[in-house]
């Protein structure tokens, strides 16, 4: 059964830092893609950042370029999303996807879309403390 769980987050400074935590379960990363999302309250789900682990391509939000980083760690079937200089506009659920078809991968990394194909993790709070 694919699952994913997310974890790490919490509640941060503006300009502070954090790593969420994205552990999969039931498949391995190599042919999928993965996908951060984050969800604000009263907001659309927004594609945050993506990477397709078979080739560590990643793709990012142009909100988020710069300030987040998005790795894997294939031992631990996990991928990683580094928050840096936290803003307010960053705060809400957090939450990881994953989709393995060609056209999802597409839609999800290079467009950072959410698609309906996506296995999705329950999701992580991150807030600020301004």
């Known amino acids: 059964q694919v699952q994913l769980v997310e974890s790490g987050g919490g509640l941060v400074q503006p300009g502070g830092s954090l790593r969420l935590s994205c552990a999969a379960s039931?498949?391995?990363?190599?042919?999928?893609?993965i996908g951060w999302f984050r969800q604000a309250p009263g907001k659309e789900r927004e594609g945050v950042s993506c990477?397709?682990?078979?080739?560590?391509?990643?793709y990012y939000a142009d909100s988020v370029k710069g300030r987040f980083s998005i790795s894997k760690d294939k031992s631990k079937n996990t991928v990683y999303l580094q928050v840096n200089s936290l803003k307010t506009k960053d705060t809400g659920v957090y939450y990881c996807?994953?989709?393995?078809?060609?056209?999802?991968?597409?839609?999800?990394?290079?467009?950072?879309?959410?698609?309906?194909?996506?296995?999705w993790g329950n999701g992580t709070l991150v807030t600020d403390s301004s």
């Open positions: 996807a994953a989709v393995h078809d060609a056209l999802s991968i597409q839609a999800m990394c290079v467009g950072l879309r959410v698609v309906d194909t996506v296995t």
């Open positions: 039931g498949f391995f990363l190599d042919y999928y893609a």
């Open positions: 990477i397709y682990n078979n080739d560590g391509q990643t």
